[in-house]
């Protein structure tokens, strides 16, 4: 008899018939991904290094860009590459950039634009980056994607571009961003922090994100069957674009059943916690900055206060945050590490939780859209002329 393969605990016989196989399929290979992004990385550094670091070296502008989840992956990079980096790192989406470039580009600045595609045939992310070589003098295109046949691969060209083609099995073949998420960021993150010194984080950060697949799996599971209609992801700095990308998954895979919000910590007090009733979860992800994680702190303990939301669930790599097990998604190895080292585990909780939610409603997590009116790649885009 030929050996069962399960995936996030169920079996690929089952998974098939459920429409969910390659979602389930996706999620979970994000460890042995995220390692082979580093090793793909890794044999390239050199021709990666000729690149950027003479572009570095001037202090030229960069832009994250990309539709969707893609843009997301800029959102959760932008504030910490820049502090890293100590230049000018922009997160502006491509869905903003091809109906407006006269707001986002300088003509007269020199400009790294980095582009995120999964299948790199976005309208809108095809567009920017044509408008992009219209407005910008002194462009650079550093273009990172998982389709080697994508429009965007072509941009990449020597001398003022380089292309950067992640390993196959990342471009999902599901409906929602998966591990094309993770592998995506991982690789802009790589490249920016120094690929060799990500050597020694990668096996921290696969290992993480291994034991979130396999401790939370029933958890999330669970949770996923207690019937809440509003779900809340909160998170600062990064963590904000992490909760953008947690809610998106949730609308796609439950094709809009579930009504999601995201903020900030901060920013939740503001208005959208008007949201939280007796249905709501609500979500937070904390930073290990210990400044940073006085606000997470603050709020949570605000929200239990109120005991308006039916529950309330933190993402974190750090005891303490005073919640019951039960209520804890709790990260292991990596308690010490940079926020950035989180995004990974982070987002898996959230991709598992989104899939449940979508075999609940009995939906194909695989296509869950069933009216044909949202697809994997985006159509019924019209680009117009600019004048």
Known sequence: MPETVAHLGLDETALEKLGGLWTAREIEQQPRMLRETQALLMAKTDVIDAFLQPLLARKVRIILIGAGTSAFIGECLAPALSARLKQRVDAIPTTDLSCAPQLYFESDTPTLLVSFGRSGNSPESVAAVELADRFVTDLHHLVVTCNADGALAAYGKAPKGLTLLLP??????????????SCMMYAALTVFSGIPAMQARIGPIAEATQGALEDYATMMTALASEGYERIVYLGSHIFQGLARESGLKLLELTNGARVTLFDSPLGFRHGPKTIVNAKTLVVVFFSNNAYTRCYDSDLLDELRRDNDAARVVAITAQ????????????????????????????????????????????LTPDKPNTSGTVNRVVQGVRIHELG
């Open 168 to 181: 196959e099995a990342t471009h999902d073949r599901s409906f929602a961003m998966t591990s094309s998420f």
């Open 319 to 362: 005891d303490g945050v005073g919640l019951e097990a039960k209520d804890t998604v709790r990260i292991r190895g990596l308690e010490t590490a940079d926020d950035t080292d989180l995004l990974f585990p982070y987002i898996v909780g959230p991709q598992i939780f989104a899939f449940q939610e979508a075999l609940n409603h009995n």
